[in-house]
């Protein structure tokens, strides 16, 4: 079976090719709990909803004006209309990185959101930021703090004492920045070794609301961070990829990404264990970067309300790419990514030809 379509100059070509599958590295940043992982911070404090007043006396959110601010992104090229199968569209990276620039504001690949580490965690409800303890915590966007405390007593995933100390933030973007997204959107920061900032208060981007550790159910020192959307709740949460601001290259020009629809005949999502990404090298040979990511694993986590997709992988260089995977058979897709732009494909199983 052979496919062509043509889409902004760039030929999509579907093709039979080898790929080689490997799996995951399993992160020693995961959040997968054990028992000896519910390692507390030295002093506990209470859980803290906007409907339980504080008696703490926390520190305020600080500001850090030190901090780097993103060129905005350039205005979105003129795109042929999408078609059943291919799909370049503006992204809605309205979120900063909550880890400062000269630090390590990059996600860990090897526990991507939606995934299970190759099936020895359970299913990654946000993603990491791998940083020592202490390391600063920033607001994403600006919001009100309505969660400042722990979750020893209340549980905000499926057990208690997952996030240890936690902070939660509530925004609400104008729709100039995202038509028709359900609001508020919430940013969750955990596995905090110390809060500092207190509910009901008003947050701007960049301001320091915590410190990186490891309470609650984590290995290893970092950030746990999770975007929900419409509500509050842990079967709310977002693909944080598709959401924060990307990384610029030399030129100044923004980075950007790949969200895949893979279906079967009954228009339901269908779970890809590895999908491998190359990023094609113009001048022939080998590949300029390779990714490995696995599909979302279950129905526990969310699509975005777009695109609706079962794998994504955000922040990568504009550019030419090979998509393949295995869904009735191998797959193999060549797209082309432009700057703060989603490139989005749809793989119809149930489709006659297919």
Known sequence: MMKRLKVAGCRLQVRWLCCVIVGLLVALSACAPTAENQELATTEIS???????????????????NSP?????PPSPTLL???????????????????????????DPTYRYGNT?????????????????????????DGVIIIAGNDYQDPLADFPAFYGNVVVIEHTFPDTQLPD???PVYTLYGHLSEVRAKVGQTVHTGDTIGLVGFTGAAIGEHLHFEVRQGENNYQATRNPELWLSPHFDENGQPAGAIAGRVIDEYGNAIYIPTVTIEQINPAGGDPLAVYYIEGYAD????????????FALGDIPAGQYRISFVARGLQSYEVEVLPGMVTVITFDAGASGN
């Open 69 to 73: 601010t993103p060129s905005p992104i």
């Open 47 to 65: 859980l803290i909803t906007e409907t339980q007043p504080s008696t703490l006396n926390l520190q305020p959110a600080t500001s850090t004006p």
């Open 117 to 141: 580490a190759n099936g020895l965690r359970k299913t990654h409800h946000g993603v990491e930021f791998v940083n020592p303890q202490g390391t600063p915590v920033l607001a994403a966007a």
């Open 299 to 310: 129905w526990t986590v969310n699509g975005d309300d777009t695109w609706g997709e079962a």
């Open 181 to 183: 997204y359900l609001m």
């Open 81 to 107: 209309p999408c078609t059943d199968e291919f799909c370049i569209q503006a992204g809605h990276f309205v979120l900063q990185r909550p880890i400062a620039a000269d630090l390590v504001d990059v996600i």
